[in-house]
């Protein structure tokens, strides 16, 4: 990776100021002698910085018009765009022109206008501006990105220009990937600029990681929090069948016991039922699919009444005011109270999932069906040969023929396959997990073109919460 700033130098050739590509990587230019341009200081939120993270994600950022979209350009639009500043010098340093001079000329290219210096072994705040040294073995020409999250020995960051290349890249050749959320080594990080003007800065998590539950072969339920390289938490030694939402997780004991826990992972077990074969849990509603086919419900507290809802059941879903089942080979769905009556969506169906507005079902045949919007919208086919899939937001996640593949946006939107040899998957809106046919569990966060990261191996299935 290259990471090289031209703004304040050249060399002239005809007459012409000309500025020389160096090699593939983050390489930049601007206009010869730029100096600092100074505004007014804006004031910005983490919402804001949420909201601008959302809206640039995914997008090749090429601010100077010059050797494509580099990790300074994404450097340059967070200050033009939150911080109120632009053009901060990369001249007063060793290394002129590349982004460890953002750090190297601290002192006088201007950024002390705007940002305080922190040490790289102090704890990063989400907003700050993560800059690494020139010359070292992760990023030999520097690299600069905005953090979201601290992540141990790793920092969870927007980056650009340090991911792989994806198709419709503008600049290939000359750019790799484009603005996304990854997570990149701490290792030879120079220190932190962090905004003056973010209001809320907070040493935490970012808000969109959450838990994972991972079950292993053996049954043993672990959990991590936050981020991806977060350590691992026993939290059941055993387990049939487990969900999370929120704060609630539930589990299913090899012996058919439903228990609920709610709130930190130390929080006490509450058992809830016997004969249970599986379980779903929202952040207000507790389902246990009983031996018998008999699907119970139980709205508010954990120590609410339970509703017999439903007979016959195979497979079940719930989210939200919805509930959705397959009985008999029927989806059906209700929507609003307990007490709601149900509507047959479709027949030929062996499994359903509910998610916001949205209906999914794997046909017997193997295709998987989704509809939008209330429960008499029409069906769209999504794929065929389905054996497994998973839906939350605006996005879909499908296995067939062991490819996982993903799509985001509208039910008609283009699928991204993601990875081979896959046994389940898992998706929020923000973070997608894989368990192998091997046994390994691994996982991304934010953008589809993200990072894999390696998390576990004998893992038999993993949840996430949303």
């Known amino acids: ?254 012996t058919g016991v439903a228990t609920i826990k709610d709130g930190p992972v130390n929080a006490a077990w509450v058992d809830v039922a016997d004969q249970a074969q599986s379980i779903v849990v929202t952040t207000n509603r507790i389902g246990i699919l009983r031996s018998n086919g008999e699907l119970w419900v139980k709205e508010g507290a954990v120590n609410a009444l339970w509703v017999v809802v439903a007979s016959m059941v195979t497979d079940f879903s719930m989210d939200g005011n919805r509930i959705g089942v397959i009985t008999q080979g029927k989806a059906e769905v209700k929507e609003g109270s307990l007490g709601a009556p149900w509507v047959t969506e479709v027949t030929g169906s062996s499994r359903i999932q509910v998610n916001g507005n949205r209906i999914a079902v794997l046909q017997t045949s193997g295709s998987l069906l989704v509809k939008e919007g209330d429960l008499y919208a029409g069906w769209v086919t999504q794929l065929s040969g389905v054996s497994q899939f998973h839906l939350a937001g605006n996005r879909i996640a499908a296995i067939s023929g062991g490819v996982v593949s993903v799509k985001e946006g509208s039910l008609y939107s283009t699928w991204s396959n993601q990875t081979t040899g896959a046994l389940e998957v898992r998706v929020t809106q923000n973070r997608l997990s894989v368990v192998g046919t091997d046994g390994k569990l691994f996982a991304k966060d934010g953008s589809l073109g993200a990072t894999w990261v390696d998390l576990s191996t004998g893992a038999r299935s993993v949840a996430l919460a949303n």
């Open 1 to 254: 990776m290259i990471c090289r700033n031209f703004a304040n130098w050249g060399s002239m050739e005809n007459g012409i100021s000309r500025r020389v590509f160096i090699s593939a990587g983050a390489l930049v230019a601007a206009s010869a002698g730029s100096l600092l341009t100074a505004r007014p200081a804006l004031a910005f939120s983490l919402n804001d910085l949420d909201a601008w993270v959302s809206r640039t994600e995914g997008k090749y950022i090429n601010v100077d018009g010059a050797y494509g979209a580099q990790c300074w350009d994404l450097w340059e639009a967070y200050c033009r765009d939150l911080v109120g500043v632009s053009h901060v010098s990369t001249q007063l340093s060793p290394n002129p022109g590349y982004a460890s001079a953002l750090w190297d000329g601290y002192s006088g290219n201007g950024a002390s206008l705007y940002f305080d210096s922190v040490p790289s072994t102090a704890t990063p705040i989400k907003g700050d501006v993560a800059i690494w040294q020139y010359g070292t073995g992760s990023y030999p020409y520097s690299h600069v990105a905005i953090v979201l999250a601290d992540a141990g020995t790793n920092l969870y960051v927007f980056s650009q220009n340090s991911s792989p290349s994806l198709p419709g890249n503008p600049y290939p050749g000359v750019s790799t990937g484009p603005c996304v959320r990854q997570y990149l080594t701490k290792s030879g990080l120079a220190g932190y600029l962090r905004p003056r003007t973010l209001n809320g800065g907070a040493p935490s998590s970012d808000t969109n990681l959450s838990r994972l539950v991972m079950s292993d072969t053996n049954g043993r339920l672990s959990m991590k929090e936050g981020h991806l390289y977060a350590g691992w938490t026993l939290v059941a030694n055993q387990s049939r069948s487990f969900s999370i939402a929120g704060s609630r997780l539930g589990v299913v004991t090899s």
